[in-house]
Each structure stands twice: as structure tokens, then as C-alpha cells.
């Protein structure tokens, strides 16, 4: 299997609003979040990092924000879309590969791609080894997330949710002329049983804060410098970013 070829084609189809997917250009130019946070998203994916995106309106832009950060994944690692249970079936009795498992979202509608019920808790069990998982969600905040998950009749193990790396939620808000979209909270796991705030948007000051540097910026810088690079460049294009992004993992 041609895995680049095949994870494109299972990205492009969370675009179900027509129109050119958005890449991580795309986003950071647009403002929804700053080269230092996508930075630290690749770098979290980098590190084999879960991935769940969470707004409580519709349109706010959290399906884009996880084709995007997917888009960042390094090569090698085959996306699977959760089409129905027999795909978590066969997972689940298999031994664990580099892989990532993809629910469009966690919701109660009959359409490709959604998971609810007891698949959802058994969509979480995936974490082990080198399988990571990705969706989103409406919630807007953790703790709204974690009331859903954890909640009938979902029933996810609060121990579960925190192994997921990266938690982020999307604010809209009208604009001039346009929509506002900005990632409002970006959490990261803590490596131990939660997740702390990494970055906070502030809507009066329309600006993000850096709240906790854990980070090494010596670890950070990679990603960082090859993001700019990346902007600078001007490719908005999915299939030309992403193949920047494998060049970026191949050499490093």
C-alpha cells in the first residue's frame, strides 16, 4: 500500500464542505493558531501523540484543525478510518502497528465515519503501543470533553483520556466580513493522569498566551524553524505541504 497516497485520500474526506482542504499554512495564516503552537502540535505527533479536537458549535473549524494536524504526522504511519466497529474489532485482535485510528467524530448521527455507544470506549482501548487515534467532538472546553466521555453511554476511562496527547478547541465568532476561528485552549498530556494548558486565546486581545514552558526550546526549535520556512514559502497546497513535511522527517 502506498501509505502517503492512502492517508491523503482518508484526510480529504473530513472535507465534507467542498472547497480546498486547509492545511497548517493555511491555519497560521489565517490566524486560528501561531507558528509556536503548530510547532508544538508536530512535535507532539512527532512523539506519537493522540489527537482530539473539540467544539460545541457547528462550522467552528475543528474538523480543519484535525486534518491539519494529521497532515503533520510522520510518514509511515497508515490512517485507518473508523467506518464501523469491525474495523475497531480487527484492531483490537491484532497486534498493535504504527498506525492511526480516525473517527470523522464522536457523535450519535449515522454518518461515515461517526462513532457512539460502546465503540467509543473500545475506540479509546486502540491507545497501546505504537496506535494513536484522532477525532473531535462538540465540546468546548476539557472539562465539558471529559463529562461527555465519561458519561453514559460512552463510559471512556478517565485514565484513557489522558493518554490522548493533544486536546484543542475551536472558537468562532463573527468577524469583518469573514468568521473568526482561533484554537481557544491547546492542551497537552502532563505524562501522568490529565493534561495541562499549554496556550489560551484572549478574544478582547485577539492573541494567544503561552501559559506553560515546559518545553525544551531547544526541542521545539526543529519544528518551529521548518514551520516558518514552510509559511514563507507560501505552498497552501495539502499534497505540497505534506510532502515538506515527510522531506523534514526523512532528514532529520
Known sequence: MDIERHNHQQIE?????GGRTLSIVDLIRAGTLTIDMAASAMRAMAQGASLVTGARPGGAGKTTLMAAILNLMPPD??????????VIDRALATPPEPSCYLAHEIGSGDWY???????????FSLLEGPRRIASCLH???LEELVAILCGRPLCVP???IARVGLVLFMHVSPGAGAYRRRVATFHQSDGQCGHCLRYRWSAAADRFEALDPAEDPDEIAPFRDFL????????????????RVVDFYRSA
Open 13 to 17: 474526506r473530513l472535507n465534507q464542505r
Open 77 to 86: 504511519i497508515a490512517i485507518a478510518t473508523v467506518e464501523d466497529s469491525r
Open 113 to 123: 465515519g461517526y462513532i457512539w455507544g460502546s465503540d467509543v470506549a473500545r475506540f
Open 139 to 141: 465540546a468546548d472546553t
Open 158 to 160: 478517565r485514565a484513557a
Open 228 to 243: 516558518v520556512e514552510l509559511v514563507d514559502r507560501g505552498e497552501v497546497d495539502t499534497r505540497a505541504v505534506r510532502r
